[in-house]
């Protein structure tokens, strides 16, 4: 008889007891009969572990949904889940009309994503599994955020290893193109349809406000994007310099100067490497200095690449300080370890002949939950540096 339960090794049941919601392929020792969908999960001694995602076709085969065997996985199952992981996010109501609902793992919801722009929500399906609830999720979704339109920017690589299709396409309502939001006061256009990740980086919003906070003399935001952290910077900083590579990006950085009313903020299409260089080499000085990068290191076999090139905009960025000038530096490359990216920092110091005085460590806010023994839950690092000498 075909079981539609996952039968998983001594090494796979011990994942989930140390708080790690994958089982790998290579830890099935039965796979369930079933297509992809919520599976009941035993022990090769047929005690039930509980229920799972079960995508056959990607290497991480079960997800860890709950582990209560006799959970019943369905629409009203998703609704309390989704209204516990909207409820986390509380505390930001009236800070922000945009933020992460739903951090995947993060939030006990794997591989789901779900980022919330104003009234209107952007989605991302990452297994074969949570896709088979498409339409539990979507329910739930609307009616717990009352939510205008919804898209799925289902375009990104991971679905292609779980055997599903790269697409963008609405839930519900129509989403436009261009959303306002406003972050502690700060308003910015996200682009929910073609933007970098689901249409804005949500997760630097609280980093954002701390460098706004001390900001100060001549800024410079590189990697700037959209303008998010020179927008902040231009509070307080007399003149803002945002550097980016991308011109499209530069163009939305300056429809958002406008919106916000700055005209303190200078826009430089530039390589940021050559930039850096550029600046050190005429001797120039800046006060405030942002590094928000994207990721250097896309997988471990780059990693040691990266770390170069990091430390090489990071003591670029030092020597440019002027006397008591601060640095705020970020790295999002999962593959670089926290302690990595300090260590990195601190050679970059020591090259840099400047004393650089540590002022805060940062990591992710509060709606994208860094769960400890889920390192994959976590990737967004950043420092506070001041030069004070
Ligand atoms: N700081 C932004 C996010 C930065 S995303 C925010 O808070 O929203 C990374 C940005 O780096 C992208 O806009 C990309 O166009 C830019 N970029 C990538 N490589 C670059 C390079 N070598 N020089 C300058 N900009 C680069």
Redesign the pocket.
């Given at each position: 008889m075909k079981e539609s339960h996952a039968v998983v090794s001594a090494r796979g049941a011990r994942r989930w007891q140390t708080g790690h919601p994958w089982i790998f392929r290579s830890d099935i020792v039965k796979p369930p009969a079933a297509p992809p969908g919520a599976v009941l999960t035993r022990d090769q001694q047929g005690r039930a572990l509980g229920w799972a995602l079960w995508s056959p076709a990607s290497e991480i085969s079960l997800r860890l949904l709950d582990r209560d065997p006799d959970a019943v996985i369905d629409g009203r199952w998703w609704h309390a889940q989704l209204q516990s992981a909207i409820a986390r996010r509380l505390p930001l109501a009236g800070l922000t009309d945009s933020c992460r609902l739903v951090h995947g793992e993060g939030d006990g919801l794997p591989s789901l994503v779900v980022d919330r722009f104003d009234r209107w929500l952007v989605a991302q399906f990452l297994s074969a599994g949570v896709e088979a609830f498409r339409e539990e999720i979507v329910e739930a979704l609307h009616a717990l955020t009352g939510a205008e339109g919804a898209l799925a920017r289902n375009d990104v690589s991971v679905r292609t290893r779980e055997g599903l299709e790269r697409t963008v396409e609405p839930l519900w309502g129509e989403v436009p193109q261009e959303v306002e939001v406003n972050e502690h006061g700060v308003r910015y256009f996200a682009a929910p349809h073609t933007g970098?990740k689901t249409g804005?980086?949500l997760d630097?919003r609280e980093n954002?406000v701390l460098v706004g906070s001390v900001a100060r003399g001549r800024a410079l935001?590189?990697?700037?994007?959209?303008?998010?952290?020179a927008l902040h910077l231009a509070q307080r900083a007399e003149t803002v310099t945002a550097?980016?590579?991308?011109g499209p990006?530069l163009a939305r950085a300056s429809e958002n100067a406008v919106l916000n009313g700055r005209q303190n903020i200078t826009l430089v299409e530039?390589?940021?490497?050559?930039?850096l260089r550029a600046r050190e080499a005429e001797g120039a000085r800046y006060d405030t200095i942002?590094l928000?990068?994207?990721a250097f290191a896309k997988n471990k076999a780059s990693l040691e690449g990266a770390v170069r090139g990091y430390k090489d905009i990071n003591f670029r960025a030092m020597r440019l300080l002027a006397p008591g000038g601060l640095l705020y530096t970020?790295s999002?490359s999962y593959h670089l370890s926290k302690t990595r990216f300090l260590d990195m920092l601190q050679d970059a110091a020591a090259d840099s002949g400047r004393r650089m005085v540590l002022r805060a460590i940062t990591g992710q806010p509060l709606d994208h939950p860094e769960v400890m023994t889920v390192p994959e839950t976590g990737y967004l690092k950043g420092a506070l540096l001041e030069a004070s000498d």
């Open positions: 970098q804005a980086f630097q954002r935001d590189v990697f700037s994007y959209h303008g998010s952290f550097v980016d590579s991308s990006a530039a390589d940021a490497f050559d930039f942002v928000d990068p994207p970020a999002c």
